[in-house]
């Protein structure tokens, strides 16, 4: 068997092996959102996040965006083309390089503080909450060094084919920010020990951030050094391999940073509306729970098909090349299509059972859900988006995403600019333009790749759509009867109930769309249930 179809059958089954490992990290995500939230309530959360909302942001565009996509596409070809020691050079160089560069960033943020916090808040009008978020931003800026460093480790793991550890990373970034968080707040906060917690205890959580990037980091080190890496640093930059990196890097930053701009902007315009500090709370409550089968599938498939791909585009657009690209977007509809109809469905009651404890209030569910419905109808694409856009890449078309990125922020940033100012509508509408400018950037990626790529399986992929859509919408009859019927007194009901009402319908609705899927013969049902049953027998 050839080596492009080996690398293409693996497909499913190393995407299942990131999203057990992502899977871990989103949870914990998850629970650290929670006692965020509970502890403290939406007011100081809202303050929080956005404190956080620039060092995440890089983050994002770092660890799964343009500084790991340029990366691991130079990065494979070296290995390709000069064999592993002229790539570890190139390792070694990315990463005295990204420390000098975002040491400096830091420290600008850091000094910038009260600026920004004005900038990215122009609503808030509480002295008291302004202050609170610029000591928490000069904390946890420092972040961005360590993600950055973090981006490259990722890189070059998952340029060697391993996807377990850099993905589990994550949870490890998650779980300092818990233990760490809650250790130094209690250490911090007289009020945190004696159970009256205060705002002083964010402080704690703050340091958290900073623990919890330094395990996402040393937890990948032993991998790295298995895979044959030696520690070091060297400041050669004058060097092709840099330039190859930095030359995909700034269109594919832009490109990459569309949505999180997208994200940025709907923080500002949020605090401009009638909710103020909640508003940036209640909208990251619902991208969190966005965030959950976006990282088990979007990003678990965009991880293992861009080291693939960049390995394919060296021999050009071949027919390999296509049917990896076209297989990522047909996992990636199949799994995330049954997870934005739940998400939907049951965006209220998902919100509730999770969040609705401690300080957390059901106006603050209600506020949640709205967006949660938003962003689940945009899951689909910008899952399908995290697999396209770095595509462009490995085929040297570096400005086509950039320029569909800008569009789409010019796009997004008018809308909220209408439904804030004009409207006066709520943080809602704010989501729902963050969706639409998901599906049009997705439209577009897809109709300029299938040009590029001299077609892109378009059939295959309409034929699976429809034959999906069949099991979507069964699965969709089921969750709307069971709903109405178990549970219909939702408030009433204890928690226990409503878990296991909750579980067992999304359970019997798992069941119908594998099922009718299968039946379809959906390539996919069949691999996804054939990995899971291998899984069992063992």
Same mark, same amino acid.
């Given at each position: 068997?050839?080596?492009?179809? @080996?690398?293409?059958?693996?497909? /499913?089954?190393?995407?299942?092996?990131?999203?057990?490992?992502?899977?871990?990290?989103?949870?914990?995500?998850?629970?650290?959102?929670?006692?965020?939230?509970?502890?403290?309530? #939406?007011? $100081?959360?809202? %303050?929080?996040?956005?404190?956080?909302?620039?060092?995440?942001?890089?983050?994002?565009? =770092?660890?799964e965006?343009?500084?790991?996509?340029? $990366?691991?596409?130079?990065?494979?070809?070296?290995?390709? &083309?000069?064999?592993?020691?002229?790539?570890?050079?190139?390792? +070694?160089?990315?990463?005295a390089?990204?420390?000098?560069?975002?040491?400096?960033?830091?420290?600008?943020?850091?000094?910038?503080?009260?600026?920004?916090?004005?900038?990215?808040?122009?609503?808030?009008?509480?002295?008291?909450?302004?202050?609170?978020? %610029?000591?928490?931003?000069?904390?946890?800026?420092?972040?961005i060094?360590?993600?950055?460093?973090?981006?490259?480790?990722?890189g070059?793991?998952?340029?060697?084919?391993?996807?377990?550890?850099?993905?589990?990373?994550?949870?490890?970034?998650?779980?300092?920010?818990?233990?760490?968080?809650?250790?130094?707040?209690?250490?911090?906060?007289?009020g945190?020990?004696?159970?009256?917690?205060?705002?002083?205890?964010?402080?704690?959580?703050?340091?958290?951030?900073?623990?919890?990037?330094?395990?996402?980091?040393?937890?990948?080190?032993?991998a790295?050094?298995?895979?044959g890496?030696?520690?070091?640093?060297?400041?050669?930059?004058?060097?092709?391999?840099?330039?190859?990196?930095?030359?995909?890097?700034?269109?594919?930053?832009?490109?990459?940073g569309?949505?999180?701009?997208?994200?940025?902007l709907?923080?500002?315009?949020?605090?401009?509306?009638?909710?103020?500090?909640a508003?940036?709370?209640?909208?990251?409550?619902?991208?969190?729970?966005?965030?959950?089968?976006?990282?088990?599938?979007?990003?678990?498939?965009?991880?293992?098909?861009l080291?693939?791909?960049?390995?394919?585009? !060296?021999?050009?657009?071949?027919?390999?090349? +296509?049917?990896?690209?076209?297989?990522g977007? +047909?996992?990636?509809l199949?799994?995330?299509l049954?997870? !934005?109809?739940?998400? *939907?469905?049951?965006?209220?009651?998902?919100?509730?059972?999770?969040f609705?404890?401690?300080?957390?209030?059901?106006?603050?569910?209600?506020?949640?859900?709205?967006?949660?419905?938003?962003y689940? $109808?945009?899951?689909?694409?910008?899952?399908?988006? @995290?697999?396209?856009?770095?595509?462009?890449?490995?085929?040297?078309k570096?400005?086509?995403?950039?320029?569909?990125?800008? #569009?789409i922020?010019?796009?997004?940033?008018?809308? &909220?600019?209408?439904?804030?100012?004009v409207?006066?509508?709520?943080?809602?509408?704010? /989501?729902?333009?963050?969706?639409?400018?998901?599906?049009? &950037?997705?439209? /577009?990626?897809?109709?300029?790749?299938?040009?590029?790529?001299?077609?892109?399986e378009?059939?295959?992929l309409?034929q699976s759509?429809?034959?999906l859509?069949?099991?979507?919408?069964?699965?969709? /009859?089921?969750?709307?009867?069971? @709903?109405?019927?178990?549970?219909?007194?939702?408030?009433?009901?204890s928690?226990?109930t409503?878990?296991?009402?909750?579980?067992?319908?999304? *359970?019997?609705?798992?069941?119908?769309? =594998?099922?009718?899927?299968?039946?379809?013969r959906?390539?996919?049902?069949?691999?996804?249930? *054939?990995?899971?049953?291998?899984?069992?027998?063992?």
């Amino acid at each position: 068997m050839s080596e492009p179809t @080996k690398d293409t059958n693996s497909q /499913a089954k190393s995407t299942g092996v990131v999203s057990i490992a992502i899977l871990c990290s989103r949870v914990l995500g998850l629970v650290r959102d929670q006692l965020l939230n509970g502890l403290f309530g #939406s007011h $100081f959360t809202g %303050i929080f996040t956005a404190a956080f909302r620039t060092p995440n942001m890089l983050r994002d565009l =770092f660890a799964e965006g343009a500084l790991s996509t340029a $990366f691991v596409t130079t990065f494979t070809k070296k290995i390709k &083309n000069e064999g592993d020691e002229a790539a570890w050079i190139l390792g +070694r160089k990315m990463l005295a390089l990204s420390i000098c560069f975002m040491s400096m960033v830091a420290l600008a943020g850091v000094a910038l503080a009260p600026w920004l916090v004005r900038l990215m808040n122009p609503g808030w009008d509480n002295p008291e909450s302004i202050n609170l978020c %610029i000591w928490l931003v000069r904390i946890m800026y420092p972040f961005i060094t360590l993600v950055s460093m973090t981006a490259l480790v990722m890189g070059m793991l998952n340029s060697k084919r391993v996807y377990f550890i850099p993905a589990v990373a994550s949870a490890f970034f998650n779980l300092g920010c818990i233990v760490g968080g809650v250790v130094s707040a209690w250490l911090l906060d007289p009020g945190f020990r004696e159970g009256a917690i205060t705002e002083k205890g964010l402080t704690g959580f703050a340091i958290g951030t900073l623990i919890g990037g330094v395990l996402q980091l040393v937890i990948q080190l032993p991998a790295l050094k298995k895979v044959g890496f030696r520690m070091g640093f060297d400041f050669g930059w004058k060097d092709q391999g840099v330039r190859d990196v930095l030359h995909l890097m700034w269109p594919s930053l832009i490109a990459a940073g569309g949505t999180q701009v997208g994200v940025t902007l709907n923080s500002i315009f949020a605090s401009l509306t009638p909710g103020k500090e909640a508003a940036g709370a209640w909208l990251a409550n619902a991208q969190r729970l966005q965030q959950l089968p976006l990282g088990l599938f979007g990003v678990a498939v965009a991880t293992v098909t861009l080291p693939m791909l960049s390995r394919l585009a !060296a021999e050009g657009m071949t027919p390999a090349f +296509r049917g990896a690209l076209a297989k990522g977007l +047909r996992l990636v509809l199949f799994l995330t299509l049954p997870s !934005a109809i739940g998400l *939907s469905i049951f965006a209220k009651e998902i919100v509730s059972l999770l969040f609705e404890h401690g300080k957390f209030t059901a106006h603050d569910v209600a506020m949640t859900a709205g967006p949660l419905q938003a962003y689940a $109808f945009g899951l689909v694409f910008y899952s399908a988006i @995290k697999v396209l856009q770095p595509a462009f890449y490995t085929i040297g078309k570096r400005f086509i995403p950039m320029i569909v990125s800008l #569009s789409i922020i010019a796009l997004t940033a008018s809308l &909220n600019a209408v439904t804030v100012f004009v409207l006066k509508w709520d943080h809602t509408a704010l /989501a729902w333009g963050t969706a639409l400018g998901l599906s049009i &950037n997705f439209v /577009a990626l897809y109709l300029s790749m299938r040009k590029f790529a001299n077609g892109l399986e378009t059939g295959a992929l309409t034929q699976s759509l429809i034959r999906l859509m069949v099991g979507v919408g069964l699965m969709a /009859a089921v969750c709307y009867g069971l @709903k109405m019927y178990l549970l219909a007194d939702w408030a009433r009901m204890s928690f226990i109930t409503q878990a296991t009402g909750l579980g067992v319908i999304v *359970s019997l609705a798992a069941v119908v769309y =594998f099922y009718v899927t299968q039946k379809l013969r959906v390539e996919e049902a069949g691999e996804f249930i *054939s990995i899971v049953s291998k899984r069992f027998k063992r």
